[in-house]
């Protein structure tokens, strides 16, 4: 049972994604039409402070009209490596460089209808600088405990599913008494 793309076309490139209109072959025969949207695999981090409190930021997301609170996070540049771009990601929207930084996860943001992988890690031993941001960015850091952070999470007030996630990953990890053990990506990296 595995369907297969015999149709695709380009209906939008920008800089941001690539949009195709797939046909997609069933197990009957039958071509079934869907959208595709192609975008770079991104990285999520969980910044840790020496106290134990999170390192957030205030992400002005136009798409959803809302100010959201959400974890550190970017597009992987090509060829970058994904602990590369976690590092540059913290340092320029929290101004935070990581004495370390760990592998936690991994998981596909939307795969009914995207290709992006996030890749998920801690970033601790953190020592604090200014943001470099975008000329388009508006991000304001937030250090919250963790338990404040379930709360807004268990109260539907963190509305950003890739935090979620992560914040869920780190749980994991923090729960078995160590950081992680490595996680592998699909392409096993």
């Given at each position: 049972?595995?369907?297969?793309?015999?149709?695709?076309?380009?209906?939008?490139?920008g800089?941001?994604?690539?949009?195709?209109?797939?046909g997609?072959?069933?197990d009957?025969?039958?071509v079934?039409?869907?959208d595709?949207i192609?975008?770079?695999?991104?990285?999520?981090?969980?910044?840790?402070?020496?106290?134990?409190?999170?390192?957030?930021?205030?992400?002005?997301?136009?798409?959803?009209?809302?100010?959201?609170l959400?974890?550190?996070?970017?597009?992987?540049?090509?060829?970058?490596?994904?602990?590369?771009?976690?590092?540059?990601?913290?340092?320029?929207?929290?101004?935070?460089?990581a004495?370390?930084?760990?592998?936690?996860?991994?998981?596909?943001?939307?795969?009914?209808?995207?290709?992006?992988?996030?890749?998920?890690?801690?970033?601790?031993e953190?020592?604090?600088?200014?943001?470099?941001?975008?000329?388009?960015?508006?991000?304001?850091?937030?250090v919250?405990?963790p338990?404040?952070?379930?709360?807004?999470?268990?109260?539907?007030e963190?509305?950003?599913?890739?935090?979620?996630?992560?914040?869920?990953l780190?749980?994991?990890?923090?729960?078995?008494?160590?950081?992680?053990?490595?996680?592998?990506?699909?392409?096993?990296g």
């Amino acid at each position: 049972m595995r369907s297969k793309v015999v149709e695709s076309e380009l209906v939008y490139s920008g800089p941001i994604c690539r949009v195709r209109r797939v046909g997609l072959e069933m197990d009957s025969g039958e071509v079934v039409p869907r959208d595709l949207i192609e975008l770079s695999d991104a990285v999520v981090i969980v910044p840790v402070l020496a106290d134990g409190s999170l390192v957030l930021i205030r992400n002005e997301r136009f798409a959803v009209g809302e100010e959201l609170l959400e974890f550190p996070a970017g597009k992987l540049e090509e060829g970058e490596p994904p602990e590369a771009c976690a590092a540059r990601e913290l340092a320029e929207e929290t101004g935070c460089t990581a004495g370390r930084v760990e592998r936690l996860g991994g998981f596909y943001s939307c795969p009914g209808a995207a290709t992006e992988y996030l890749h998920v890690f801690l970033a601790t031993e953190l020592t604090r600088g200014r943001q470099s941001l975008e000329g388009y960015e508006r991000i304001r850091v937030e250090v919250v405990a963790p338990a404040r952070l379930e709360q807004m999470i268990a109260a539907g007030e963190l509305h950003d599913a890739k935090s979620i996630a992560a914040y869920g990953l780190w749980r994991l990890a923090h729960a078995g008494g160590g950081s992680s053990g490595p996680a592998s990506s699909p392409e096993g990296g």
